[in-house]
Every structure is written in C-alpha cells, then in structure tokens.
Nanobody
C-alpha cells in the first residue's frame, strides 16, 4: 500500500509560481506511474501532469503545457509539480496520484490514462489548495 502526502499549496498572485510536492511512502516501488490532478468545487477532477517514474516520460494537459513541469526525486520518493505563470483559472485543489502498471516503461500518456481509470485503483493524496488571485 502506498501513502501520498502533498504539500506546497498556497495563495499567489497571477503570474507567480508555486512548487507542489508529493511524498510517497509504503510500497512505493510498485507505483511506476504518478501524476497530478486538480479539482474545482462543482467540477470533475481533471488531469494536469503525469510521469513514468521509471523512464521519466511525461504527459501534460494542454492548459498547463509550457507553464507546469512535473519531476521526481527517486532518492526521496517524491514527485514535484513546478507551476509557473499561474493564472486565476489554475485555482483548485491539487491531488497527487500513484498507480502500478504491468508495463516496464509505460510512458507519460499511458500513465495518465491509468491514473484516470478507477478500475486501476490509483492511490490519492489528501489534496493541497492552490489559489491564484488576479
């Protein structure tokens, strides 16, 4: 079983930056896909970024391409989301997720699809709130 703890959320003005962290503990080496999702009250959770933790391949949602960067530090079992050029529409609760796949190098896009699949039983963190003011 994997446990995920997010940190780094907060309030920032438009154009600013934040870095979110997701620390994984427990049976971490089984989760070869990790990612970030976000949710606004009244809307569905949406994918933001994903990473193949073995090969490093990444995937990004179109609204964040060029502004957000997902990365990992395997020595710390931590995945990061660097968010630059923040916009008010980025305001949301951000969730970290992890899932295991049978593929040796699943790739970022496949990781996103597996993280989004409830049948794959991804693990979720508790969320961290990001507020961007104009």
């Amino acid at each position: 079983q994997v446990q995920l703890v997010e940190s780094g959320g907060g309030s920032v003005q438009a154009g600013g930056s934040l870095r979110l962290s997701c620390a994984a503990s427990g049976y971490t080496y089984s989760s070869n896909c990790m990612g970030w999702f976000r949710q606004v009250p009244g809307k569905e959770r949406e994918g933001v970024a994903a990473i193949d933790t073995g090969g490093g391949s990444t995937w990004y949602a179109d609204p964040v391409k060029g502004r957000f960067t997902i990365s990992q530090d395997n020595t710390k079992n931590t995945v990061y989301l660097q968010m630059n050029g923040l916009k008010p529409e980025d305001t949301a609760t951000y969730y970290c997720a992890a899932v295991s796949t049978r593929r040796w190098r699943p790739g970022g896009p496949y990781c996103f699809s597996r993280l989004s699949d409830k049948n794959a039983l991804p693990t979720w963190g508790q969320g961290t709130l990001v507020t961007v003011s104009s």
